[in-house]
């Protein structure tokens, strides 16, 4: 599995942009993929995410800003941002999540992109 995000990039306040993830690896099939955003001395958080069957989370501050999609063979990841705000600027990462059941046990993995830059200057 290899995450390889791009679209990132400069867009002034009130702009869009498309970012997109493909797993260059291939032939892989995820439980969950999502999208992620981090600021230096932040934590990472959650801006939205897509299970296997489609269906979808937002973060509170997306408000109907931001919405997420896949291709039909799952293997890239989208994500549509509008009206673009200074606080959306960040790196935002790709993710996806494998689960495996051993026994009783439940695992999780999670496999990560290097991230892209959005930057909205103020």
């Known amino acids: 599995v290899q995450l390889v995000e791009s679209g990132g990039g400069l867009v002034q306040t009130g702009g869009s942009l498309r970012l997109s993830c493909v797993n260059s690896?291939?032939?892989?099939?995820?439980?969950?993929m999502g999208w992620y955003r981090q600021n230096p001395g932040k934590e990472r958080e959650s801006v939205a995410t897509?299970?296997?069957?489609?269906?979808?989370n937002y973060a509170d501050f997306v408000k109907g800003r931001f919405t997420i999609s896949k291709n039909i063979a799952g293997n890239t990841l989208y994500l549509q941002l509008n009206n673009l705000s200074p606080e959306d600027t960040a790196v935002y990462y790709c993710?996806?999540?494998?689960?495996?059941?051993?026994?009783?046990?439940?695992?999780?993995?999670?496999?990560w992109g290097q991230g892209t830059q959005v930057t909205v200057p103020s």
């Open positions: 993710n996806a999540v494998v689960w495996t059941n051993k026994g009783w046990t439940r695992y999780r993995r999670d496999y």
């Open positions: 690896g291939g032939g892989f099939s995820f439980d969950e």
């Open positions: 897509i299970t296997h069957s489609g269906e979808t």
